[in-house]
């Protein structure tokens, strides 16, 4: 019978990496989604920037939005400091399964929480459920139209603190132009784009790095 595609994602993940090292894992992915199957992982060439981005912040809080196979999960979880925690929102129970085993694999389960379940219903339930103040760093990644409606309600939830950054993958390819326009226009965003290319291919793609100001 026919596998998904996160399943031959953690396939070569089991195959090629190297249990509790996450950087093999991330390369296995890397090496499997640039030469044999395209995924919609943030990959190699935006991951860098994320990296930089993620060692200037150094967050102890970090909530990422859209786990799909935990590439960009591993990729953060591996920067952070030890007492650091990663929540990640994952909309579908096969990706959820498929990112445990590869979060597992890297050896960060105890640095991330993933949970299943839709942003909009769990954004307003973080700070009770897991006893959160605010969130340090954001990746957005999921869905590209709730890029919007979840800034919007991570601030009504009061998630965001002065200095907190959004960093916002695809913003270029496939795009996501009412959040771009929000958060370029909000007097309560500081915003920089950083141009590269989406993930594995010469089309140009980009993250967009915003501070909440308060
Ligand atoms: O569509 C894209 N991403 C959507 C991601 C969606 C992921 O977020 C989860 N989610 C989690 C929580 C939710 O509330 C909703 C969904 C979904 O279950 C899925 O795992 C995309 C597409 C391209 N592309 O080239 O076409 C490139 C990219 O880098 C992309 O990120
Ligand atoms: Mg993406």
Excluded at 1 to 6: F, G
Excluded at 38 to 46: F, H, I
Excluded at 142 to 163: A, N, V
Aim: hydrophobic residues 35%; contains cysteine; proline residues 5%.
């Amino acid at each position: 019978t026919q596998t998904t595609r996160p399943q031959r994602i953690l396939a070569a993940v089991q195959k090629n990496a190297t249990r509790g090292d996450p950087r093999s894992v991330v390369k296995a992915i890397d090496q499997f989604c640039r030469h044999k199957e395209w995924a919609m992982n943030v990959g190699d060439e935006k991951g860098c920037i994320l990296d930089s981005v993620v060692t200037e912040v150094n967050p102890a809080t970090v909530l990422e939005l859209g786990t799909y196979c935990g590439y960009s999960t591993v990729r953060i979880a591996s920067l952070l400091p030890s007492h650091a925690k990663l929540i990640t929102l994952e909309f579908d129970p096969g990706n959820a399964a498929i990112a445990r085993q590869v979060i597992a694999w890297a050896g960060l389960a105890d640095k991330i929480q993933l949970v299943e379940g839709a942003s909009g219903d769990w954004i307003p339930k973080l700070k009770e459920k897991f006893g959160i103040e605010t969130f340090d760093l954001v990746f957005l990644d999921h869905w590209k139209d709730r890029y919007l409606p979840d800034t919007k309600l991570m601030e009504e939830c009061g998630l965001l603190r002065k200095g907190s950054i959004l960093l916002a993958d695809n913003v270029i390819c496939p795009g996501t132009p009412d959040y771009l326009e929000y958060i370029r226009n909000s007097p309560r965003y500081k915003s920089q784009y950083f141009k590269s290319h989406l993930e594995y291919t010469k089309a140009e793609d980009g993250l967009e790095k915003s501070v909440f100001l308060g």
